[in-house]
């Protein structure tokens, strides 16, 4: 909260007319000399240049402190951050570095958001499920060491979000995005096989079918005589065909007695291509083809709220509130007011709200109705995990499985193995990380029936060894949690969008769904630097 400024006496001598009259005497060098010994200048290098009217701003460079920390008044801008994610830290983190006070309202009794990470002794609430009932509240038991990745898990190396790593010193370490080890089970299967097994099959025939085609004169319209030559070698390499231009497997497939001092035993009958184009394997493919999945990915040790307690650290404990619900936001001409359930009203300069958009619609206030009617536009997505701890690492000991996920069509949609604590006597696999309408399915259900559902899934894929030495488990059912309700948003038009990426008088939006990174913490990331460096242009020219 700002408090009041006592009103400046009529004709006193401000710093800006003082620097106005040396500029118009002496020329802009004599008034930059004198904005530097009144400590205004800004630097070289954090210095953003205001931009023209109706252009963008510069590209981000966190401002410093020494930048404006002194304005023409004497006074930094407050301003008020809805939400204490990665969005609102990092609004928080990089305005904190630039002198501004910052205050951030938190309505959960924790940092992070949707970027959580459980372990022993953690209590999980969630609202009452669709349709009624009363809420439910999981204690969480995992040994210790032990962690559960809720919320986000891995990170592409191309993510701003890994150069925030390096600026707060959270270590890194690889978490394996894609393992051939792994399994593939879809409906169209008799069984779970192995990745590298479902790939070579699928490959070989596409390239055999593609190969034959092409060796038949069907492409000679569209390749010539070199491409045809060309494209036959890089085929019979892509799907392991050989000269004959037929698959027939091979050791791409994987063996069922690993060689060694003997030449191993290959795993028996190939399947049909009928067979093989049944399955259904398009996706279960792919997976890890997008330029967002593709390996190496990363994660943080110990946890993924490693980078959001980092954040939280630099902001400040004194500037955080958790348990602070915002009732209403009212914007005025100069400034905004915050009403918050239990307490006095929290006014500052400006608000930046980080709030899930479906949440900060249903606030009163005095917003536009453009604005409102943006605000309700993007729907609130379902997206559900729950941790298994195992008291036995049977995946790695059993299995050979270390990291990765299987992929399936179930409504489990994905099992992940961990990318850490490899060897150790326990270890948490990731049941189901299902999403969509697979995830919706597992909404209404209490955490003891997800249990069961998921246990019954992965016995199909690992058979019985599944369900036993099962330590503890948690789940999460991202539309039931309090003050977040999705797991993000799906925007059925970008109408709203490009409004919500400018301010409503004093009241700026940022989170990972106003960019084209929903779901990922470099979406937010991204979204609090637009929102410091606009914000930072519009104090500089105050």
Same mark, same amino acid.
């Given at each position: ?216 004169? @069907? ?204 060897? @150790? ?118």
């Amino acid at each position: 909260m700002q408090a009041d400024r006592p009103p400046r006496p009529a004709g006193a001598l401000t710093r800006r007319s003082l620097l106005v009259g040396i500029g118009a005497a002496g020329g802009a060098g004599a008034m930059y000399a004198a904005m530097g010994v009144l400590g205004l200048a800004p630097t070289e290098r954090t210095a953003p240049v205001p931009p023209a009217s109706g252009a963008a701003p510069t590209p981000f460079v966190p401002p410093r402190r020494s930048d404006f920390t002194l304005r023409g008044d004497g006074a930094p801008a407050s301003v008020l951050v809805l939400g204490a994610g990665v969005a609102g830290l990092a609004v928080a983190y990089e305005l904190g570095k630039a002198g501004y006070h910052c205050t951030v309202l938190e309505a959960r009794d924790r940092v992070g958001g949707r970027s959580l990470t459980l372990r022993g002794g953690d209590v999980l609430e969630e609202t009452a499920a669709p349709g009624g009932g009363a809420g439910a509240r999981q204690r969480v038991t995992f040994g210790e060491g032990t962690y559960f990745n809720a919320g986000p898990a891995r990170i592409a190396q191309w993510m701003v979000t890994l150069d925030y790593c390096r600026e707060l010193g959270v270590p890194l370490e690889v978490f394996v995005n894609a393992n051939s080890s792994a399994y593939v089970l879809t409906e169209g299967m008799k069984g779970p096989v192995r990745v590298r097994t479902a790939r070579a099959d699928a490959y070989g025939y596409i390239s055999e079918l593609l190969a034959k085609a092409t060796d038949e004169g @069907a492409l000679d319209a569209r390749l010539t005589a070199a491409d045809k030559e060309r494209l036959l070698d890089f085929l019979t390499h892509f799907g392991d065909i050989g000269g004959s231009l037929a698959y027939t497997g091979g050791e791409r497939r994987g063996f069922r007695v690993d060689p060694g001092v003997g030449a191993g035993t290959g795993l028996g009958r190939v399947p049909s291509l009928t067979e093989v184009l049944s399955q259904g394997l398009g996706r279960m493919l792919t997976m890890d083809a997008g330029y967002e999945q593709a390996m190496p990915m990363f994660q943080p040790v110990g946890g993924m709220d490693a980078i959001v307690r980092a954040l939280a650290a630099r902001v400040g404990a004194d500037r955080i509130r958790t348990g602070v619900q915002v009732t209403g936001i009212t914007g005025r001409p100069d400034g905004v007011e915050v009403t918050v359930a239990g307490g006095a009203p929290v006014r500052a300069d400006y608000c930046v709200a980080t709030l899930p958009p479906h949440v900060l619609a249903k606030i009163p206030g005095n917003l536009d109705a453009g604005v409102r009617a943006a605000l309700a536009t993007p729907i609130p997505m379902s997206a559900g995990k729950i941790g298994l701890e195992y008291g036995r690492r049977w995946w790695e000991i059993e299995d050979q499985v270390y990291g990765g996920a299987t992929e399936t069509d179930l409504d489990i949609g994905h099992i992940w193995y961990p990318s850490y604590g490899y060897h @150790a006597e326990r270890g948490l696999v990731v049941g189901y990380y299902n999403t969509g309408p697979a995830a919706e399915a597992y909404d209404g259900l209490a955490h003891r029936e997800r249990l069961r559902r998921a246990l019954a899934a992965g016995r199909r894929v690992h058979g019985a060894k599944y369900g036993r030495d099962i330590l503890a488990a948690t789940s999460i059912a991202w539309r039931r949690q309090p003050h977040i309700e999705g797991a993000w948003v799906r925007w059925p038009s970008t109408g709203g969008l490009s409004l919500l990426q400018r301010p409503a008088g004093r009241v700026y939006f940022a989170g990972d769904w106003l960019t084209h990174l929903i779901a990922w913490q470099a979406g937010a990331l991204e979204s609090a630097r637009k929102v410091v460096t606009d914000l930072h242009h519009r104090v500089l020219k105050s």
